[in-house]
């Protein structure tokens, strides 16, 4: 009964995406919108996109392990990159109506630096996009108690999503992100106040927490902490800072006021609200106390499901599906379109130019397609990881490579391209080897790539400058000397 009504909820989004996606006439509708969303619109799309499976069952799994100080990446991080984003690059980017994040690396630093930027922007988004489906894979795999296996249950959910991204684009991913928040916000929040109750009240649950040091956030006082604690602070914080995802939210608000406001209320409100799954999975420990302690060993990603499937009665595993699913499906249509739209835009269109708008929405739609697929089979091959570890991994390579010069480009007008360059050159070249090496394990290989990516940017574009300025100079003393 449960497995049909939620297949029952993924045909009724299907539906409304679709009705959604006759509003998509041209690129701009597919991509961006139109530009005609109002500010409620910007709050949850950018709040509904950020809320996925790694808010619902990655989270909770890090919190009840480590407590707060291990998920000062996400949500702590992430939400900050959103108000970040609203206050400090929405209005810039708003005024330049460009298509995609990537456009504006073509118009400050030229060709090279936007196919090089699109195909880090690209890469980073296999990660985010295979936890979705991943996640996807393991409700359809509870709700059938295991008689859909997970790679099935993951394709099962792709499908789903497929089919009114590839049509309906922006349009149909706001309009289904909307409603999907309704259910999310609603379900969790009915959850959190039955699982207290279960728990024998929301201060059981708080005191535990407390007896337990979950509430710690701060590193030790010790250097490898302190610089493993700002790593993984700025990975999602800078790292989501230049993604197409967000672009496209800030893009297709209706105003610049929509667009500064929308990403810094739904990133408070995100902040706010990854509470509620981490207050559920504390009430496990409660409630549940033996399978609690297994799980944690086995899979901690499980509690939450294990507590609502075994223990809870059907209204609420129903709300608590409901919820899972319109997070997860809100996340993955969203960064399977954003990809998608960067490859043609700024890719595809390198190479085929002077096409009509029409031919190029249907290349979008081809790339939703292909892109889908490509995910998929990542997902499929990452079954193990965890989900929070895919999310995560996946900012570092826009936070080595694009953060720095899109921050440059906007706010220093002595940026040029030969630094944008050296910047991406050296912020991925000691990333990656960081990664490969035992001083790795020391000093973060996220912080020392975005480190280095700014003495990129600065070296790069000043040198060429001071080198032609002591040319300039020592020509003047030659000439004036033989004068």
């Known amino acids: 009964m449960l497995l049909a009504l939620v297949i029952l909820y993924l045909l009724g989004t299907i539906a409304i995406g679709l009705w959604a996606a006759k509003r998509v006439k041209n690129t701009a509708d597919f991509a961006i919108a139109g530009r005609h969303l109002p500010l409620v619109m910007i709050v949850t799309t950018t709040f509904a996109t950020w809320f996925g499976s790694e808010t619902v069952l990655g989270i909770p799994a890090k919190f009840v392990q480590g407590g707060l100080g291990s998920v000062v990446e996400d949500p702590f991080g992430a939400g900050t990159c959103l108000i970040l984003v609203g206050l400090f690059f929405a209005a810039k980017l708003y005024k330049m109506t460009l298509l995609t994040i990537s456009d504006y690396y073509r118009e400050r630093y030229g060709r090279g630096i936007e196919i090089v930027c ?61 409603i999907q928040m309704i259910i999310l916000v609603v379900g969790l929040f009915v959850l959190a106040v039955f699982a207290g109750n279960m728990a024998g009240g929301a201060d059981k649950v708080i005191d535990l927490a407390v007896s337990k040091d979950m509430f710690k956030f701060w590193p030790e006082p010790s250097m490898t902490d302190i610089l493993a604690f700002i790593a993984a602070a700025i990975t999602m914080m800078l790292g989501s800072i230049p993604q197409q995802d967000v672009f496209q939210r800030v893009m297709s608000a209706n105003n610049v006021q929509a667009a500064t406001r929308g990403p810094v209320i739904g990133g408070i409100c995100y902040i706010l609200f990854a509470f509620v799954p981490m207050f559920l999975v504390t009430s496990a420990l409660i409630i549940m106390p033996e399978q609690a302690q297994t799980l944690l060993t086995d899979d901690p990603q499980k509690i939450l499901p ?16 409901g919820a899972l699913l319109s997070a997860l499906k809100s996340t993955a249509s969203a960064t399977l379109l954003a990809p998608s739209v960067t490859f043609v835009e700024n890719i595809w269109r390198q190479f085929v130019p002077k096409r009509s708008d029409k031919a190029e929405l249907l290349t979008m739609r081809i790339a939703v397609l292909l892109f889908s697929v490509c995910v998929l089979l990542y997902a499929i091959y990452s079954q193990g990881t965890s989900i929070y570890e895919m999310v995560s991994g996946a900012y570092q390579v826009t936070l080595v490579g694009a953060f720095v010069p ?35 394990e020391t000093f973060p290989p996220q912080l020392a790539g975005v480190l280095m990516a700014a003495v990129g940017q600065v070296v790069g574009s000043l040198a060429p400058q001071v080198l032609k300025n002591r040319h300039g100079s020592h020509h003047r003393v030659v000439g004036v000397e033989q004068a």
């Open 306 to 321: 294990t507590l609502v499937l075994e223990h809870m009665p059907f209204v609420m595993q129903v709300l608590f599906f």
């Open 406 to 440: 899109l921050v440059a480009g906007l706010y220093w007008q002595r940026a040029t391209t030969q630094g944008a360059a050296l910047s991406i050159a050296l912020g991925i070249g000691t990333w990656v080897a960081l990664l490969n090496l035992p001083a790795g």
């Open 118 to 178: 699109s195909f880090i922007i690209i890469l980073s988004y296999l990660g985010w996009v295979s936890a979705q489906v991943t996640a996807l894979g393991l409700v359809f795999n509870l709700l059938s108690a295991g008689v859909i296996g997970i790679p099935l249950g993951m394709v099962i959910g792709t499908v789903s999503i497929l089919a009114y991204t590839l049509f309906g684009g922006m349009w149909s991913v706001a309009v289904t992100d909307f």
